[in-house]
């Protein structure tokens, strides 16, 4: 399998306070790599530097062998994020979010319709789309800014949350879509506090907190290791 | 440039609102409405004033004055009443404002030359502008009738020589004199003529310094608001792109805005001063004097302008960066808005050249100052100091835009934001 992205001792400071301290781990072609970990842990921090929104304070990110110092726009033209907390433009139109996005990735006219028909695919917003977004549900929103993060296939994936937000039925569906592009090659760096969400998707799983990584490994391994029914039970056991 | 266009195409349909649609046209609307009511209401109050008067003296000196009072435009109206209380009852009951009571005796007094009071009557009906007007007819009035009179008794008694001579023997021929050049004419009028023909600039400057930097700052806060910087800053575009694309678009609209707002101010002012054309004799004092902006002056003041609207575009976007929402981005103008009202205010209300040398330095040193002085320099041909304002505004606005480039590309524009509740900058 090709490595996709490699973190390593990946520290992060605001003044004093150190929100990483040297934390390393690989995501490879069509993996799906979570971190899990209570709130405060690190996990959006080491996402929004592999987004190429935080710089690192230390350590070395690499993207498809691209430093992430050196080479932030290499980054920024194969990997798509979806932040815990993002939003979309209220006034534009559901379809003009999507053109607006896709024009930053698309070299021709074709490509970018591939990449809106795509985008139509995974939403679900159907007639919608042609409605401002000021008008959508929190629901709605996410659906579209899931389809932005996935319309142009990405080599990885950051998605912070994917399902926040959702109901049971639309987390589902989400699920199934992410796993779906998994499968296509696309790669998927994921963070979520629901650990049954975490169990489904994930290839692999990093356990952290304060800023260090705990442990890692696939589902199966880490309630091996512990000998947990789960991996909630896996995660207080590694707190310990 | 594809993607540049793109952004710049996002940013303006983000500005351009139905709101903003909205209150521009109604702002127009109104000021435009407020203008011809004020035109009109002037044009009531500069009509020939109908006066009633009750002239019980019936000598030929009081007819000589109502004569003379007809004579300037007044329309007189007898007063149909006995006495003086009967006439303040039949004028109020009229829709006439003034009445002129000439007392019994009054003739053969003046005659005497002692002086003698007549009475006079403003019927108040309301406060607006037109009733202020009415205050003052009176005045006129009596300056007319003592006129008249002052000539009469001149004429009587030395008959050889004019009365105008008498009462004002020393004439004057005025020049005004500019650089090296000189022309005949009223100081008073050339003053009042470069004030009114450059009474918009100001304003102008100011509206657009205001309405782009206030767009700006929005902008920015809005993107955090609504979570959308995040994403807009791992799109695979340069950062400067981002700032420059933000600036470019509410550079325009608040040009656009700040042009419609204008033309209406226009309509509005036009109302209370009139079209300001000036008489041939001042055009030719002024054409004489240099006092015309011609291509060259247009072109120098816009620069200036221009480098003035960056200046606070970029600094907008430094103050944006340190909105957390869109309410705190409209507390974080107030800097830009004073910065922009002092040169305003020092522009209408006092001369720049017989300050003080720490107000000087401390005026010169606000960019949007350069552009206010700009335009009597210009006049003056003073273009060192117009060269020199702009080279300062483009040094800072070169470093404004390092400062906000920088900024955009490090975590400090998701991290930096200003807490009003612990009154400090968190980097």
């Known amino acids: 399998m090709t490595m996709v992205l490699n973190v390593e001792g990946l520290r992060k400071s605001y003044g004093n306070l150190e929100a990483l301290k040297g934390i390393s781990f690989q995501v490879e072609q069509g993996e799906i790599f979570a971190l899990i970990g209570p709130n405060g842990a690190g996990k959006t921090t080491a996402l929004r530097i592999i987004a190429t929104l935080l710089s690192p304070s230390d350590g070395r990110v690499t993207f498809l062998g691209h430093d992430l110092k050196k080479e932030p726009e290499k980054f920024r033209e194969n990997i798509s994020y979806l932040p815990e907390e993002a939003g979309a433009y209220r006034n534009l139109k559901g379809t003009n979010y999507l053109e607006f996005m896709a024009r930053f990735y698309s070299r021709s006219a074709a490509e970018e319709q591939e990449f809106l028909g795509r985008a139509r695919d995974i939403a679900g917003l159907g007639g919608r789309l042609k409605e401002k977004v000021g008008t959508y549900s929190k629901g709605m929103v996410r659906k579209l800014l899931l389809a932005r993060a996935l319309m142009t296939k990405p080599a990885l994936t950051i998605l912070d949350e994917p399902t926040s937000g959702l109901d049971v039925i639309n987390s589902l569906e989400v699920r199934e879509i992410i796993k779906r592009f998994a499968r296509e090659g696309i790669s998927v760096l994921l963070s979520s506090h629901n650990m049954l969400e975490i169990e489904f998707l994930s290839d692999r799983v990093a356990l952290i907190d304060q800023g260090r990584i705990l442990d890692q490994g696939t589902s199966a391994q880490l309630k091996d290791k512990y000998q947990a029914p789960n991996l909630e039970v896996v995660f207080r056991s590694a707190l310990r | ?427």
């Open chain 2, 1 to 427: 440039m594809k993607k540049f266009l793109n952004l710049l195409t996002k940013e303006i349909r983000e500005l351009v609102t139905l709101q903003l649609i909205g209150s521009l046209v109604f702002t127009f609307v109104l000021f435009y409405f407020i203008g011809q009511l004020a035109k009109s209401e002037a044009a009531r109050a500069a009509a020939p004033q109908k006066i009633a008067a009750l002239d019980l003296d019936r000598s030929d000196v009081s007819r000589g004055l109502l004569d003379n009072l007809r004579s300037i435009n007044y329309i007189i109206e007898p007063a149909a009443a006995a006495d003086k209380e009967a006439a303040v009852e039949a004028v109020r009951r009229s829709p006439v404002n003034f009445l002129l009571v000439i007392p019994a005796g009054f003739g053969e007094a003046v005659s005497r030359f002692e002086t003698r009071e007549v009475e006079t009557y403003t019927f108040m009906r309301s406060f607006s502008m037109s009733a202020t007007r009415n205050s003052a007819v009176f005045r006129s009035v009596i300056a007319a009738l003592n006129r008249y009179m002052s000539d009469e008794y001149l004429k009587q008694r030395i008959a050889e020589i004019p009365p105008e001579n008498l009462k004002n023997p020393i004439k004057s021929r005025d020049f005004v004199v500019i650089k090296d050049r000189q022309a005949q004419g009223s100081a008073g009028d050339i003053a009042g003529f470069v004030f009114g023909q450059s009474i918009f600039v100001p304003i102008i400057l100011m509206m657009i310094i205001i309405y782009s930097s206030q767009m700006v700052i929005s902008a920015i806060a809005m993107e955090k608001q609504n979570k959308t910087l995040e994403t807009l800053l791992t799109v695979p575009i340069r950062r400067s792109s981002i700032v420059t694309a933000k600036m470019l678009a509410s550079g325009l609209v608040g040009l656009l805005s700040a042009a419609i707002y204008m033309v209406g101010f226009r309509f509005y002012m036009r109302g209370f001063t009139g079209d300001m054309r000036v008489g041939a004799e001042v055009s030719q004092v002024i054409e004489k004097l240099g006092l015309v902006l011609d291509a060259k002056g247009y072109i120098i003041l816009g620069v200036s302008l221009f480098f003035a609207i960056l200046c606070a575009l970029a600094l907008a976007i430094i103050l944006g960066v340190l909105a957390e929402d869109f309410r705190s981005a409209q507390s974080l103008i107030m800097p830009v808005v004073f910065l922009v009202l002092i040169p305003y205010f020092i522009s209408f209300f006092a001369d720049f050249r017989t300050l003080s040398l720490p107000v000087k330095i401390f005026i010169l040193a606000i960019p949007f100052s350069h552009p206010f002085l700009a335009t009597q320099n210009i006049l003056l041909e003073n273009y060192q100091a117009v060269a020199l304002g702009i080279l300062y505004m483009v040094a800072v606005f070169i470093l404004l835009v390092g400062l906000a480039a920088r900024i955009f590309s490090t975590d400090r524009v998701l991290t930096m934001k200003l807490r009003w509740g612990r009154k400090k900058v968190v980097l």
